[in-house]
């Protein structure tokens, strides 16, 4: 099983970028699809999670109202439409799949992750 999280790269502060994550070797269409992020030096941080249908997202409050999550089921895939970034922004940023159909901002409630793509907001 695998994650491939793509998309990431460099942008000016105030730009946009749209993650995208996709599955491999199972579906997921049943669990929940997050993302997570990590700067330097940091704790890797909840950005983001969608629940089985798409019913239900949860943001992290830093990033609420400038970022969007979706899924495509058929897709086995999981996006991140990120605007108005900033360079608090700036990290690594992970996929990845839960144990549930429900979303959770508990890193150890998902049990699949992506190897993580590289954002890096420019001032």
């Known amino acids: 099983v695998q994650l491939q999280a793509f998309g990431g790269g460099l942008v000016q502060a105030g730009g946009s970028l749209r993650l995208s994550c996709t599955a491999s070797g199972r579906t997921f269409w049943n669990n929940a699809l997050g993302w997570f992020r990590q700067a330097p030096g940091t704790e890797r941080e909840f950005v983001s999670a969608i629940n089985w249908n798409g019913g239900s997202k949860q943001y992290a409050d830093s990033v609420k109202g400038r970022f969007t999550i979706s899924r495509d089921n058929a897709k086995n895939a999981v996006y991140l439409q990120m605007d108005s970034l900033n360079t608090e922004d700036s990290a690594v940023y992970y996929c990845?799949?839960?144990?549930?159909?429900?979303?959770?901002?508990?890193?150890?409630?998902?049990?699949?992750w992506g190897k993580g793509t590289l954002v890096t907001v420019s001032s």
């Open positions: 990845a799949a839960g144990r549930g159909a429900s979303t959770s901002q508990n890193s150890n409630y998902y049990n699949y």
